[in-house]
């Protein structure tokens, strides 16, 4: 593929994709693209997904679907990716597993965690990403709120409930733009008894805020102020992508809370 710049209409920039999707693609097509991807979490891998696009593209859509939640055929990744694990759990009972599963939703706001499953007068102190113990590769937010899930009904009601506190804001680009980054994390742990194995793992999928151009948004106050902490963490992570493809020695994490909040789900094993 080949855009312009419109300023400049002479330059081309060159972009490959795996895959390309017409604008009438249903829901259902795009999951059909990241099913393997999202079975893999059974299989004991970490496995993250990201929706990334210019503020207004659909990203939010793609996630969870529509506000209020349609007909089952208009609902985003996060309730098909659920359903498709639960019925893959299902499965594997009859080979002797059982597994567990419990979910969680939070928002980088301006570069602080907030918990979407809890309203605004019942959080406490801001939300930390620690380490889960000294010299330990392994993160997690403790007082983060985790809720034991079994079916879609139940995560559907999660998204309900994450989405009317979930920072949003009219601008220049989009009358209701995602002014935070949602991370929904379903943490999944099997064991089969007979054969006294068990396996962890989670799968993460991500609604990053749109990336803005600040002369097109409009922004000004607090608004731009979001708009400058979004850009600068959508580079992190840029940056962050590049030196895992580069296998530079360091990967620069550290640089924003997404891109240290996702850490486990970006490097070592994950997919």
Not at 104 to 132: H, P, Q, T
Request: glycine share 8%; proline share 4%.
């Amino acid at each position: 593929s080949q855009v312009g710049r419109e300023r400049r209409p002479e330059l081309r920039y060159d972009f490959s994709f795996d895959r390309v999707f017409q604008p009438g693609a249903s829901q259902q097509e795009i999951f059909q693209e990241i099913q393997l991807l999202v079975q893999s979490a059974l299989d004991g891998y970490p496995v993250c997904i990201f929706a990334y696009g210019q503020t207004g593209s659909g990203k939010t859509f793609t996630m969870e679907g529509p506000e209020p939640p349609g007909a089952p055929e208009s609902r985003g990744m996060i309730p098909r990716a659920v359903r498709h694990l639960f019925r893959g759990a299902r499965d594997l009972a009859g080979k002797g597993w059982q597994y567990h599963f419990s979910a969680s939703f939070l928002e980088i706001y301006n570069e602080s965690l907030r918990d979407l499953l809890l309203a605004k007068g019942e959080r406490g102190s801001e939300l930390e990403i620690r380490r889960v113990a000294p010299g330990s590769d392994e993160l997690h937010v403790p007082n983060l709120t985790w809720v034991p899930v079994q079916s879609e009904e139940e995560v559907l009601e999660l998204l309900l409930r994450a989405g009317s506190q979930r920072s949003v804001a009219r601008t220049g680009l989009n009358e209701r733009s995602s002014r935070s980054h949602s991370v929904f994390q379903l943490r999944i742990r099997g064991e089969h008894a007979a054969r006294d194995l068990q396996c962890a793992s989670s799968l993460t999928l991500v609604d990053l805020a749109g990336s803005e151009r600040l002369e097109k948004s409009g922004s000004v106050g607090s608004r731009l102020r979001e708009t400058q902490s979004i850009n600068s963490s959508l580079s992190a992570l840029g940056l962050v992508i590049s030196a895992l493809c580069n296998k530079e020695a360091h990967i620069p994490y550290r640089n924003s809370k997404l891109t240290f909040l996702l850490q486990n789900c970006l490097g070592g094993h994950a997919k």
